[in-house]
């Protein structure tokens, strides 16, 4: 028996604020869901942050519900779980649950045992560092639960590990319930594989499907896993998406044009054009110099950064055309509310709300979070 890991999918986003690359996003999932088809996968995971936002735009449901039944004519089953993106702070049902009410997903309810034929499925929410001793209960009822189970286990969380990922972790492996097969894990967004002694079977991270704005731009491999269950445990199988190139790439001053010359014969080479980041070191730069320098480059680039490494010159890019104002409004929510929750609460949450005038969601928005923030302030 088969199965699918897919996760972080982020449908929706748009990398450096370019519509190229939401469509990018949603042919990475395309390829992720063709796949699990041709493979023959008996079921597929959603590991969470299915969605960019809570709230997300038409283009992006249909994209989800489409795969959904697809899936679904093809005698796949799928299951999922909700990530931070996926969860709202107003009263309102997850988007994500939709397909679920409509019968063409399952939605792991926290803790709740599911068995597809003989594997045992217990998925978990995301849930912050402070709710974590409260889970602890939730995980000694999930070990339980297998401990009953005479058949394949499978864990679904999104969640960092600390062992894994010191800053974006929320609780240590050894927190886990012990006696799973397989942790299908969500959340860190680089592809990740663990063998621990104290846990059964490995821990798991695919990753996210496309590059994000978290991880800058770099060539890195995208994919999902195929996990094979057999008598002997669950293995997993990497699984690489095509997916638009990105490079990232230093040159020093004092070679710039044999650099630049380097950079385009790479493109030139591509199928498909890429997104580009070249980090300029030296002295005396001359940014007007190195704008005309890259003027050809840039008509074979979907996006082109580049940028001086120099303190004199700090925080002064030379940009494409197109900049990212995700990242800018990201980053200067960050500096001026000095509280990356509260950032992300603006920036994900209320903005999106307010630029489709709505104004009475943003109300709710506002209220439902002004007690939490305003207590985590006077703590």
Known sequence: ?????????????????LDEREKDVY???????????????????FTGDIFHVPNPRGKAQIKFASALRRLKDNNI?????????????IRDTPVSLIPHKLGFTNYLEDGKPFFHKNVLIIGFNKFRKNQAEFFKEKFKEASNEAEKHNGPKILVMHQGIIEIHQYAGEINSTELPNNFDYYAMGHLHDKTVVRY???????VYPGSIEHTDSQGIGEKEKGFFEGKISE???????QPLKIRPQISTTIDITSLEEGITEVSNEINSLDEKPIVEIKITGKDVDLDLIDAKVVELRKNCLFLR??????SLEGHDILSDRPSIDEEVSSLAKKYLEDEELAEFATKELLPALEKNQIEDATEIV?????????????
Do not use: C
């Open 197 to 203: 002694d104290h846990l059964n079977g490995p821990v």
């Open 232 to 238: 002997s445990g669950i293995t997993e199988l990497w």
């Open 27 to 45: 042919d990475a999932f395309d390829q992720a869901i063709d796949k699990s088809i041709v493979d023959k996968v008996e079921f597929v995971l």
């Open 77 to 89: 089953s799928s299951y999922f779980i909700l990530g931070e993106h996926d969860i709202s702070n």
């Open 306 to 311: 580049v940028k001086p490494i120099d303190d």
């Open 1 to 17: 028996m088969k199965f699918s890991h897919i996760s972080d999918t982020h449908l929706g986003f748009t990398q450096l604020g």
């Open 367 to 379: 209220i439902e979070n002004y007690k939490r923030f305003r207590s985590k302030k006077n703590a």
